[in-house]
């Protein structure tokens, strides 16, 4: 394909919509892009959304791609692991690895997007238009139909192919959906639990009022808050909570008196840094957590669902804009096998991208009951404990699931989430079951037998799951 002779139109300058434009821009395509929303550089959007995010490798190779790893690392705070918070107030860090330069970071979700639509913009072949909402997508005519927020008018735009990155709630999805043209399979799955921001506010000059480079959890078995620190010396706060369940939910928490009494009863040292907690708590919506798969994500030559529009999961591995942004990657190296036509390099793409961006959806659905319950377990830590000395003491051996999943860009998610929960599997059946015993001042030698079952009984595993058809 000649690719200064395309038009390509992006439905969404989101995250992932504002890197493709980037990408594509730099590839030499004529790129327009069409957002519902005003430009977040000149209004603020937020209204309770997340606003800030975990960042980490698989996020960062794409920041590589486009030039802007340098930028992008002035926007983010180093949180080297999770900071537990129990009723009493006690405290204690689980690291997310053994090894010192593994961490994620946190990011501001608006600080982000506007460094991507900024470097977008500087391209001359790269047009980007808000308050410009896509009410249907015309898959066979490659045409979409847009409504002006502005001027109240309709319109419609044509290209040489539309890919949409406008997120869960994606108007060419639904037009795949509605049409009954060909056989579309989607689901929508939602979490019995919604979540809601609120904030922790720096101190009068402008310090954190807690440990800064952490994301903080308090786990209560069947809910959770947590909180990622922000440069200006706040943190975004998020609790995750059932709509309806449990003694406290989003449905009966309807007076300040509950709400504080819940925090007093849950988290009350999180509720001495929040004096802020009930105007937000009834200022900020509730929203719901879901996970969408669908497929085909292309139809022809002529479109293309990409980012959450294709995907969309819950938050709790901090893998979505990780996700999408390596979306953009693995699309650019489908472009690099310079295809015959865009039917070819969207099948391709699927081809390859799916089972990935599959497992990631389970595994947020998985570490949300790790982040909420787990991490609390007994017998949880002591697989932590241990994961944290394989990889400390033997750096190139081991690499726990968390590890392999956040800070492996080189491996897909699919293959991180099998040989992951294979080694979860192997160990916690070895301590439940006296096999592997670890102590405060365990030998290198002992360490290493250990690491040696540790290995055997994995690979026992993944034969098991071969067998069964599970991989």
Known sequence: MKEKQQNILVIGAGLCGSLLALRLGQRGYNVSVYEMRPDLRKTDISAGRSINLAFSNRGNKAMKLVGLENKVK??????NGRMIHDKEGNTFQSNYSGRNHEYINSISRG??????????????????????????????????????????????????????????????????????????????????????????????????????N?????????????ALPNLDGSFTVTLFLSYNEGDYNFNN?????????????????????MPNLVEEF????????????????????????????????????GQGMNASFEDVVEFDNILDLNLENWESVFKTYEDTRKKDTDAIADLAIDNFHEMKDHIANPIFQEKRKLEMAFEKIFPSEYSSKYSLVTFNDN?????????????????????????????????????????????????????????????
Not at 134 to 150: G, I, P, Q, R
Not at 257 to 268: G, L, N, R, S
Not at 294 to 312: I, V
């Open 214 to 226: 952490a994301l903080h959890i308090w786990p209560r078995g069947s809910f959770m808050l947590i």
């Open 111 to 212: 600080d982000l997007n506007a460094l991507l639509l900024n470097e977008a913009e500087k391209h001359e072949n790269v047009s980007i238009y808000f308050n410009k909402k896509c009410k249907s997508v015309n898959f066979e005519n490659t045409t979409a139909l847009f409504k002006d927020y502005e001027t109240k008018s309709e319109f419609i735009e044509d290209a040489d192919a539309i890919i949409a990155t406008d997120g869960a709630g994606s108007a060419m999805r639904k037009s795949y959906y509605l049409s009954k043209a060909f056989l579309f399979s989607f689901s929508q799955e939602y979490l019995t639990h919604g979540y809601k921001e609120l904030s922790i506010l720096p101190t009068e000059t402008g310090d954190y009022k807690t440990y800064k």
């Open 282 to 317: 009834f200022e900020n919506p509730t929203a719901p957590l879901g996970t969408v798969k669908c497929s085909p994500w292309h139809y022809k030559g002529n479109t293309l669902l990409m980012g959450d529009s294709a995907h969309a999961i819950v938050p709790f591995y």
């Open 74 to 79: 002035a926007l983010c705070i180093p949180m």
């Open 411 to 471: 491996i897909g998610y699919k293959k991180a989430m099998l040989k992951g929960r294979a080694q979860d599997k192997a160990i916690l059946n070895m301590l439940a079951d006296g096999d592997i015993l670890i102590s405060d001042d365990i030998k290198e030698n002992e360490l290493k037998i250990i690491l040696e079952k540790v290995k055997n009984q994995t690979k026992a595993i993944l034969k098991d799951d071969r067998i069964a058809g599970l991989k």
């Open 253 to 273: 928490l309807t007076t300040p008196k509950m709400v504080t009494e819940f925090f007093q009863k849950e988290f009350p040292d999180a509720l001495k840094l």
